[in-house]
């Protein structure tokens, strides 16, 4: 599924300072979503709420990780943003 393409309401996956969450959609705004999810606490600060958003050129060159730990291509977006188990993909060209 494509990013531009989620609703208000539907049930997503994403990740959050390093943990993996259920989130849903709360918000869109062009070609980003926020979504709601339970509390994650990172140092002094809680987050309930984040920002999917397009991964730049440079973070979907290199954003990853291949099996041999080298840098490797990353997500199409930031946050890594799943639905159904399936990547999220983005109508941007990473060209």
């Known amino acids: 599924m494509k990013l531009e393409d989620l609703k208000e309401g539907q049930k997503i996956t994403h ?7 259920e989130a849903t959609v709360i918000q869109r ?5 926020c ?3 339970k509390p994650i606490r990172w ?3 809680y987050f309930i709420e984040t920002w999917i958003n397009p991964s730049n050129y440079l973070q979907f060159k290199w954003g990853g990780k ?3 730990g080298k840098p490797a291509q990353g997500p ?3 946050p890594g943003a799943f639905y159904n ?3 999220l993909t983005t109508e ?3 060209n």
Not at 15 to 21: I, K, N, Q, S, T
């Open 76 to 78: 199409h977006t930031t």
């Open 15 to 21: 990740y959050v300072c390093g943990e993996l969450v």
């Open 92 to 94: 941007l060209s990473h």
């Open 85 to 87: 188990g399936e990547p």
């Open 29 to 33: 705004s062009g070609t980003s979503v």
């Open 35 to 37: 979504t709601r999810h």
């Open 66 to 68: 291949d099996s041999e």
């Open 43 to 45: 140092g002094n600060q």
